[in-house]
């Protein structure tokens, strides 16, 4: 296994530290840490973003909806360049630490908050940072109320949006933090890969339970991000809330240092992701050429021409899996959206005599424990189960495990449209302005059934995506996993939109009216459910016909 270029700290050029002394679980565990430090960090701001945009921020519903989704893809797509950067130059180390440097330092100025509450104590202000400041602490600036546009709407609300300046601020530094996590993602994942040898038959084995409880790690960080942070966001201050995420990820930096010693790094060569694949091709056409041309060694070319000839072809046979998952990532867009919109409109107390309101984005925790007890029950129950039945290692193949959690998807889309349908009736009974005689409790199944196939799809596309690439480009393998989730997010934003223009001519109602009484999320559900299964028969059909890499390997 090789990491694009030489990485800081080896012993010497080429070489890779000897394995008893590096890598393995004890290295892993550093760079989990890392990982989990900046999930805290990214789900900080995702995942209440579309609160702060339709409250503080005056967007419309579906103007909000579709801005967290092209921030949420373009999140998701960098890491293409990400992935390039660190496999044909910087190496996944250097871009690891190069990415969280500027997670913490004044590119992400929302981490600068705690200075200026300190700041204001010591001079003797008491007020504390409040909604109108925005994401970064840095807009609390520009945030006033008379920096705000106001303006009546239609029905004589008053709405309020903030000054150019602050929402120009704002989204230079929310684009920053894409950029990142951006280094993050593709790198992180492959260098905790990395530190199992594929060779080794027991380190081959942990490789795979590595991405398991990777995600089971990651998983556990956004839920508790989701639960605690949009409480703080909504009843304390935004700029706490934004802030205190990017001190997670100052000590995941400290942590990760420190494991440094311990890692296993590998020279690829000097042979970077994006030039790798291109040197692939031109030299395939020239052993072509050589064959054609009826010169010497005959023998050699011909198995040039088909070892480079199968690496062409096996990155070819990856982009219709990849096409047929895109829908897999508009729908991982909807819980940080229109599934907290949702929650927004409905009784949020605990118990009838309860004054504790439960934050909207505070459901998404339910992603996350949903998915910490079905990684156990994949990793204890089905894959033992499934081993014996199959004679696979795995228990079922990459390919299985991602159509099983396609499948839950609809399921899932079926579930919330029929939520939604029963909000909606209860809504006709509700006063205007008050919130839904329904319990937000009515939303968790669709937020645990999504959990669920995040375990199935999400997993299954990190490992395939990873073990279905050329050893010089695991990187470039990741981020093609991740670019599923940006592509697929500027598909719902591209959705969200046309649908709401739509709807909306000739004097009609949105789908996704800023009154969520008077839209229709459900139907939206269900085109999305109906669009998800006629996806799982095209991914079905490329599926059986796809020719893994690496034959799967069989229980002996």
């Known amino acids: 296994m090789a990491s694009g270029s030489t990485d800081p700290l080896l012993p010497r050029a080429g070489a890779a530290r000897r394995r008893p002394a590096t890598g393995g679980w004890r290295s892993a565990l550093f760079i989990i840490w890392v990982e989990v430090a900046e999930r805290f960090a990214y789900y900080g701001v ?32 960098l890491p293409l360049l990400g ?9 996944r180390y ?23 509450i300190m700041l204001n104590t010591f001079s003797g202000v008491r007020g504390r940072i409040r909604h109108g400041l925005g994401l970064l602490a840095l807009s609390s600036t520009f945030s006033s109320p008379q920096s705000q546009q106001c303006s009546s709407s239609g029905d004589g609300r008053q709405v309020c949006r903030s000054s ?20 993050h993602k593709p790198c992180v994942q492959a260098f905790g890969a990395d530190q199992f040898d594929a060779t080794d038959p027991g380190e081959s084995s942990s490789r795979s339970t590595f991405f398991n409880w990777w995600y089971l790690g990651l998983c556990a960080s956004a839920t508790v991000t989701a639960a605690v942070m949009s409480y703080v966001q909504d009843n304390v201050g935004w700029g706490l809330g934004f802030g205190v995420p990017g001190m997670v990820m100052l000590l995941g930096l400290l942590v990760f240092l420190l494991g440094t010693r311990t890692y296993r790094f590998y020279d690829g060569g000097g042979s970077g992701a994006f030039s790798g694949v291109g040197e692939a091709v031109r ?8 064959g054609e041309g009826g010169g010497g060694g005959g023998a050699t070319v011909e198995a040039e ?10 990155m070819a046979r990856l982009f219709p899996i990849w096409a047929t998952c895109l829908l897999y990532g508009v729908l991982f867009a909807q819980p940080p959206t229109l599934f907290t919109k949702q929650a927004a409109t409905l009784d949020r107390r605990i118990g009838p005599s309860s004054s504790f309101q439960v934050p909207p984005a505070a459901l998404q925790s339910f992603l996350g424990v949903s998915i910490i007890p079905c990684v156990l029950l994949y990793e204890h129950v089905l894959v033992p189960a499934a081993r014996r039945a199959t004679g696979v290692a795995t228990g079922i193949t990459m390919l ?12 899932t889309l079926l579930v919330a449209a029929l939520v939604e349908m029963r909000r909606l009736s209860a809504a006709r009974d509700a006063d205007p302005g008050a919130a839904v005689p329904m319990s937000l409790w009515w939303m968790v199944p669709q937020y645990v059934l999504f959990g669920a196939a995040d ?18 480009l695991k990187s470039l393998g990741l981020a093609l996993y991740l670019s599923v989730l940006g592509v697929g997010s500027f598909i719902s934003s591209f959705l969200i939109s046309a649908i709401d223009v739509v709807t909306r001519r000739d004097g009609g109602t949105s789908w996704f009216d800023d009154d969520l009484n008077r839209g229709h999320l459900d139907y939206f559900y269900l085109l999305l459910a109906a669009l998800t299964v006629l996806d799982l028969l095209a991914y079905v059909y490329f599926s059986m016909s796809y020719i893994y890499r690496r034959k799967v390997v069989d229980v002996q």
Not at 305 to 314: D, Q, T, Y
Not at 400 to 411: H, K, L, P, T, W
Not at 455 to 472: H, K, N, R
């Open 46 to 77: 995702s995942s209440n973003l579309i609160s702060y945009l339709t409250g503080p921020f005056g967007e419309t519903t579906a103007a909000a909806a579709a801005a967290v989704n092209a921030w949420s893809g373009a999140a998701s797509m």
């Open 83 to 91: 992935a390039a950067v660190a496999d044909s130059w910087l190496g």
């Open 94 to 116: 250097r871009t690891i630490v190069a990415s969280s440097v500027l997670y913490i330092t004044p590119g992400s100025c929302s981490f600068q908050w705690p200075v200026v």
């Open 164 to 183: 150019s300046v602050q929402r120009a601020f704002f989204y230079v530094s929310l684009y920053l933090v894409a950029i990142a996590q951006s280094g």
């Open 283 to 290: 030299e395939w056409r020239k052993s072509r050429r050589r």
């Open 305 to 314: 021409h088909g070892e480079l000839a199968e690496e062409v072809r096996g």
């Open 400 to 411: 299985q495990r991602i159509g099983a959690g396609i499948a839950m998807c609809a399921v």
């Open 455 to 472: 375990v199935f799809a999400m997993v299954g596309m990190q490992e395939f995506f990873y073990d279905q690439v050329p050893g010089a």
